[in-house]
C-alpha cells in the first residue's frame, strides 16, 4: 500500500541543539542595504539545515568583544545577545545576510563592523521543515529582514513550482538581482499591508494547490493573515505567517502569537 503524503504536508527533521564557535571567513556587501557574513570552520561538521524558514541563533559580542552563551551547567556571566537569522549553507560554509539601517541594533551594527578572522558564535538549528509537497505554486510575502529565507525557497522548491514574490520592501530595485530570480515572479511593493493585499489581489486566485508564505514585521503581516485565513478562507495548513520582529520590541519572540488578541493563533 503507497503512503501518499497530504497536499502541503511539510517534512520535518530533528536536530541536537548544538552550539558552534566558528570565524569570520568573508563579508561582502550583496545588496546596498544587505551584508553577506560568512562563516566557516571545523565545528561546521555535521550542520543541516533543509528547510527554508530555518533559523539559527546568532550570538553577539558585548562592549568588550566577548560572547556570553546561555549553558545548562552554568550561568551567563554577561548579557546574552542573540538573534534569530536565516542560515545560508553553501560548499562546507554557513552565510548570514544581514538587513543595514539607520539606527542598528547589536547584528546589524555587528555587520558593519566585523572583519575576515573575527570570531562568531551560533546555535541551531533545532530542526528543519521542507517545502510543502504536491503544491504547483507559491506566493510569498517577505520584507527586507524575510528575504534571505525568500531566497531558500526558491533553492529548495521544485523547478516545476510556480513562485510569486511580493517583496515588502521600501527601496526594492536590488530585490530580484539578490535573489537571482530568473524563473520567480517578483513584484516589489511598499510596506504596509494595503499595497501587499492590492498587489496580491493582481494575481491569479489562489486555488487548492498553491501555498503561500509570509515574513517579516508582525504588525504588518496581521492583516495579511487575517485576508488570507478569514476572508479568503484558506485553511491553516495553507498559509504560513511568520513575524520575524515587531515594531519598537528589541527582543521580539518570533514564536510568540502574530496577533496575541485572535482566538485563532
Do not use: C
Not at 530542526?127 to 503544491?135: E, F, T
Amino acid at each position: 500500500m503507497t503512503d501518499v503524503q497530504p497536499r502541503f504536508h511539510r517534512e520535518v527533521t530533528r536536530y541536537d541543539l548544538v552550539s558552534r564557535s566558528l570565524t569570520v571567513s568573508r563579508v561582502e556587501r550583496v545588496a546596498p542595504d544587505m551584508i553577506r557574513v560568512t562563516l566557516s570552520g571545523a565545528e561546521l561538521a555535521g550542520f543541516a539545515s533543509t528547510g527554508p524558514a530555518d533559523h539559527v541563533k546568532v550570538f553577539f559580542p558585548d562592549a568588550d568583544g566577548v560572547f556570553h552563551t546561555r549553558r545548562p551547567d552554568a550561568e551567563p556571566t554577561g548579557p546574552v545577545i542573540l538573534r534569530d537569522f536565516t542560515p545560508l549553507p553553501h560548499d562546507g560554509e554557513l552565510a548570514l545576510d544581514f538587513y543595514t539601517h539607520a539606527d542598528p541594533g547589536p547584528a546589524a551594527a555587528w555587520a558593519q563592523s566585523v572583519s575576515v578572522g573575527d570570531a562568531a558564535r551560533i546555535a541551531g538549528p533545532r530542526g528543519s521543515r521542507g517545502v510543502p509537497a504536491d503544491v504547483s505554486r507559491v506566493i510569498l510575502f517577505a520584507d527586507e529582514t524575510a528575504v534571505p529565507a525568500v531566497s531558500r525557497w526558491l533553492e529548495l522548491l521544485p523547478a516545476s513550482v510556480s513562485v510569486e514574490v511580493i517583496a515588502m520592501v521600501g527601496d526594492g530595485d536590488w530585490v530580484a538581482d539578490y535573489l537571482g530570480a530568473t524563473t520567480a515572479s517578483v513584484n516589489v511593493v511598499g510596506r504596509d499591508a494595503d499595497t501587499a493585499l492590492a498587489a496580491l489581489s493582481a494575481l491569479a486566485p489562489i486555488d487548492e494547490s498553491t501555498f503561500v508564505w509570509a515574513a517579516g514585521e508582525a504588525t504588518q503581516l496581521i492583516p495579511i493573515r487575517r485576508h488570507l485565513r478569514r476572508e479568503l478562507g484558506l485553511p491553516k495548513e495553507q498559509v504560513v505567517v511568520d513575524g520575524y520582529w515587531r515594531r519598537g520590541a528589541a527582543d521580539f519572540d518570533h514564536h510568540a502569537p502574530l496577533d496575541p488578541t485572535d482566538p485563532e493563533e
